[in-house]
């Protein structure tokens, strides 16, 4: 909180700002010039419904040293987004705020979204993820099948040891991407990402629960 406190006392000062359904953008660091943060919050808005965006407070945009520490390009932590303003393109920073939109969405529809489906979904797929990888050679400890809670061990196996170039190959028509494949939480923004800006009915194939869970969500009122 006292982070969120004090960046929020120094956003006073930014000039740079947008709105996103309500939602201030503040701009603490230049983003490269052909980054068009209009265009990215039109396209977010006309996407994502304000229900899912609740639990988002505002949103800072530059150099962060949590995000350093962490060696990540955006967090989302006590109703704040922080993002890097170190983005390719436009496609690349809309991804990165709805995957922390997503993380923002757990926290507020916890118990709808993880009521056992989507759980039972994200073991299974780790189950046979762990065969594939079991045939490919790689050395992984049984826990990897039902552990849903982020690892560091897990993440830098996959990662680091598999690499998600190759990850990414394996995981075709079971995952969305490789990185939905490191906990529990990130298989559902990674899928949520794909609900929103990618291949709507290849997610309904092939991750039924969390397409039907944010379905669901989308319908419902207020």
Known sequence: ????????????????????????????????????????????????????????DVIYVGQFENLVKKDVNAMYEDGAIYLTNAQDNDMDIIDDLIHEIAHAAEREYTSYIYNGAIEKEFVGKRKRLYSVLKAEGYEISPTF???LEYDKDIDQFLYKEVGYNKLNNLVIGLLPS????????????????????????????ISPAVYYTIESLTEMEG
Not at 9 to 14: R, V
Not at 16 to 33: A, E, T
Not at 36 to 54: A, C, E, G, T
Not at 184 to 194: G, K, M, T, V
């Open 1 to 56: 909180m006292l982070w969120l406190k004090e960046s929020f006392e120094k956003s006073k000062k930014l000039k740079d700002s947008y709105s996103l359904n309500g939602i201030q953008i503040y701009i603490k660091d230049k983003l490269p010039s052909n980054i068009d943060m209009k265009f990215v919050v039109n396209y977010i808005s006309s996407r994502v419904p304000m229900r899912l965006m609740k639990g988002v």
């Open 145 to 147: 099948r039902i552990k």
């Open 178 to 205: 490789a990185y939905a494949a490191t906990s529990l939480r990130e298989y559902f923004a990674i899928c949520f990402e794909e609900y929103f800006m990618g291949d709507i009915q290849y997610l309904k194939k």
